[in-house]
Nanobody
Framework: QVQLQESGPGLVKPSQTLSLTCTVS??????????WIWIRQSPGNGLERIGF???????WYSSSLKSRMSISRDTSKNQLTLHLSSVTPDDAAVYYC?????????????????WGQGTQVTVSA
């Protein structure tokens, strides 16, 4: 059974860097075709996909956050980490990690089949 668990500080001050970790169990994050997604939901807004790191270590970031965001991974711990610099109150949200899988042999995607429970981030001085 695949499980994802987010962790990190619940409170960050404006202008600081937010770092959140997603610990994955049940599957290696380097498994072919696996994409590990960071998603957030702020009050009154829908789910926003903000970036991913894939099985090879390649990354993608949303255009609105690209200049402030990076995603890294520790394959020995089966973890991925989101770094978001210069945070503002607009970055306050519940942050989730999730999984997508691409099966190239049948050209099919499995979309967001497993999620972490989410971690609330507040940005306040």
């Amino acid at each position: 059974q695949v499980q994802l668990q987010e962790s990190g500080p619940g409170l960050v001050k404006p202008s600081q860097t937010l770092s959140l970790t997603c610990t994955v169990s049940g599957v290696s994050i380097t498994t072919n075709g696996h994409y590990w997604i960071w998603i957030r939901q702020s009050p009154g807004n829908g789910l926003e996909r903000i970036g991913f790191i894939d099985y090879s270590g390649s990354t993608w970031y949303s255009s609105s956050l690209k200049s402030r965001m990076s995603i890294s991974r520790d394959t020995s711990k089966n973890q991925l980490t989101l770094h978001l610099s210069s945070v503002t109150p607009d970055d306050a949200a519940v942050y989730y990690c999730s999984r997508q899988v691409y099966y190239s042999n049948i050209n099919e995607w499995i979309e967001f089949d497993f999620w972490g429970q989410g971690t609330q981030v507040t940005v306040s001085a």
